[in-house]
């Protein structure tokens, strides 16, 4: 036994390292009291969403290229997306653009308990000589692109490039009141998983940032094509996917808008991954000074790629000339490398800048594959370590507090979201959960693809088989984590009563009530989607401000949402609550682009001074107004804002 016990002593030291680090950094679970205790104030009520009737039969798989047949579950395992918006024009972002994959859909309707204000309508795309068999919706991004003062909705597609469905004069709410407007000039074959608005260039319109998952071309989606297509060449350094795109806005009218095509400005290592997800949001505000300075207000952008490293891309351009920089995080002794920002290996398919610490340095929250055993990566929490002096070095000084907080595992994670459903100053964060949903299970299958020569990994014949009625995490639940006591997170999901054993992909939150409580919008994946109606009735205070600047100087009095501008307040306790005007930074999920501070406990009449941040042609403008908590509405100028409060509307009772 002792000759046994030696021979092997090395693998059995290695396992005993394993094992106890796995211990010291797995999240201390609450009990189902505790769990309950501290979901009690919270409470979401579920209602299920049913797309628009395309005359397409639903269906739980797609018909995919040949080469990927054997495959078919893993490639038809994206597509669901879901964002919520004021598209009608009520002044409430009370409208959901729902991307359902089982009929191919994109469908707006109007959020539960608001009326039947319309009838649910789908968009569909010209054909424009691409075969409707082959093309999918995969999300939707609203946005005033022409900046008339309406609502119109960017789709973007495996099987072809984006699309802009701008709104029209036309009176009818429904299909015929948006017409569809290419965004590229030539017809081409791209696949895209993520879209996000953000002034790059900081001439105070919006532009287009596209995240492309499978090369340029490839037909995934066409059955009769005889073309095969590559899958990733590794699972933890893979840049053989997709090129991603930057569209500048150039110009637009009531009824165009045309971009340009910037995408130069991204060398190969920023765009060649499997980008899954995008986030922008200006990081490096307070460090800039001197000749620096012109870059205050100008968004960094964030890309999630799967199979591989993500990128922080730090923004130094100017108006008409987008410019950017790597900056990485920095390795310390004891830190993998995988933990470090930008130099990871693990499959990120989610990211939202919000408010963790109260510094008013935003965190950064990614989603990975973190199942307990199985593919045993890591969420990822970046906590901004205060040093602002770093960004002048390219260097992202943000380090990984996954485990310390207890979000560092959860399941096979999709979209994340930072969100204050209580309004308590401190976010919880939402996580869409799952992959493919049946009854084989096939894990031991991917853990020996995982295991396997990188090299033959982008050859399809060289998988395992994937295909309809198997199993690789179904059956798990989303998270919602809500901060302790002790400013850990514990995800309090299984105490509200919610659904359990589903698949999803993306997450959207708004105040779509007027009523200053998040409700929450989840697009699931070959089931129906969920809207979570917030009901909670112990929650803080909060203000919410639909906060919007000047549209096309032609339209008087147009308006639309100040995409990138950032709020501010401090609490009575210090803590500092910061919030922006997204511009759909995550995987499928787009929040409503206005601007939420949770206050906690105050006065209804309680007096903060809210500082905006915002940037213009003529740079970054800043102000100062004080508020009370409600919903308000923010016209913002070149020198002042017009600010008018909007009683709450409480539409069906609660």
């Known amino acids: ?91 409430l972002p009370d409208d959901i653009c729902l991307v359902d994959p089982r009929n191919d859909s994109v469908t707006l309707m109007p959020a539960p308990q608001t009326g039947d204000r319309f009838a649910p309508f789908a968009l569909e795309p010209p054909d424009r000589g691409f075969d409707r068999r082959t093309i999918a919706p995969m999300g939707c991004l609203p946005a005033d692109a022409n900046e008339d003062g309406r609502m119109d909705l960017i789709v973007y597609y495996w099987g072809r490039t984006p699309l802009i469905f701008l709104r029209n004069e036309r009176p009818d709410f429904d299909a015929s009141g948006f017409t569809p407007v290419e965004i590229t000039d030539a017809p081409e074959i791209w696949n895209t998983n993520s879209a996000v608005l953000a002034d790059v260039d900081g001439d105070g319109h919006p532009d287009l940032v ?25 699972m933890s350094r893979a840049e053989n996917g997709g090129r991603n795109r930057l569209f500048l806005w150039w110009d637009a009218t009531k009824t165009s808008v045309i971009y340009h095509d910037a995408s130069a400005a991204f060398t190969d290592e920023m765009a060649d991954g499997w980008t899954l997800a995008l986030a922008a949001r200006d990081l490096d505000d307070s460090s800039l000074s001197g000749d620096m300075q012109k870059y205050r207000g100008l968004p960094e952008i964030y890309v999630a790629n799967d199979f591989g490293s993500d990128r922080l891309l730090l923004n130094r351009s100017t108006r008409g000339t987008p410019h950017f920089k790597l900056a990485k995080g920095t390795r310390t002794l004891g830190v993998p490398r995988s933990k470090v920002l930008g130099q990871d290996s693990f499959k990120g398919m989610g990211a939202d800048f919000g408010d963790l610490v109260g510094d008013g340095r935003p965190a950064l929250a990614v989603s990975n594959i973190s199942s307990p055993y199985a593919l045993l990566e890591s969420n990822l929490l970046f906590v901004n370590d205060g040093d602002d002096t770093a960004w002048s070095r390219d260097v992202a000084p943000y380090i990984d507090r996954s485990s310390e907080y207890g979000t560092w595992t959860s399941g096979w994670g999709w979209d994340i979201k930072f969100a204050d459903l209580l309004n308590s100053g401190r976010p919880a964060i939402l996580q869409a959960i799952g992959f493919v949903k049946g009854a084989t299970n ?34 798990d639940h989303d998270r919602l984590f809500l901060p302790t006591v002790d400013g850990k997170y514990s995800d309090v999901w299984m105490s509200l009563g919610l659904d359990s054993e589903t698949v999803s992909r993306g997450i959207a939150t708004g105040d779509v009530y007027g009523d ?94 809210v500082q905006f941040k915002w940037r213009n042609a003529d740079g970054q403008q800043t102000m100062t107004m004080r508020l009370t908590p409600g919903r308000h509405r923010l016209i913002l100028g070149d020198t002042l804002a017009v600010a008018s409060q909007l009683n709450s509307r409480n539409r069906g009772g609660g």
């Not at 299958?445 to 994937?466: I, S, T, V």
Request: proline content about 7%; hydrophobic content about 40%; charged content about 20%.
């Open 1 to 91: 036994m002792k000759s046994l016990l030696l021979r092997h002593a090395a693998k059995i030291a290695t396992v005993s390292m394993a094992v106890a680090l796995y211990l010291v950094a797995s999240p201390s679970h609450l009990t189902a009291e505790a769990s309950a205790d501290l979901a009690a104030p919270l409470r979401l009520s579920p209602t299920y969403l049913e797309p628009a009737d395309t005359g397409r039969p639903y269906r739980t798989i797609r018909d995919v290229n040949p080469s990927l047949r054997r495959i078919e579950a893993w490639i038809s395992s994206v597509g669901a997306g879901i964002a919520l918006a004021d598209v009608q024009g009520t002044g």
């Open 516 to 609: 200053g409580r998040l409700s929450v919008a989840i697009a699931r994946q070959w089931s129906p989607s969920v809207f979570l109606r917030n009901l909670s009735k112990d929650a803080g205070q909060s203000i919410v401000v639909d906060l919007r600047v000047p549209g096309l100087p032609e339209l008087p009095g147009a308006t639309r949402p100040a995409i990138g501008a950032e709020a501010r307040v401090v609490l009575p306790g210090g803590r500092i609550v910061t919030s922006i005007v997204d511009g759909g930074s995550g995987h499928a999920g787009k929040r409503a682009p206005e601007i939420h501070l949770g206050l906690g406990k105050v006065a209804p009449d309680a007096q903060f001074d």
């Open 442 to 475: 096939r894990w031991p299958e991917l853990q020996e693809l995982a295991m396997g020569n990188d090299e033959l990994l982008q050859f399809p014949a060289a998988w395992p088989r994937f295909s309809d009625g198997d199993e690789l995490s179904g059956g």
């Open 210 to 234: 596209f995240g492309n998952y499978f090369r340029d071309g490839d037909r995934v989606l066409d059955a009769r094509s005889d073309k095969p297509v590559a899958m990733q060449h590794s």
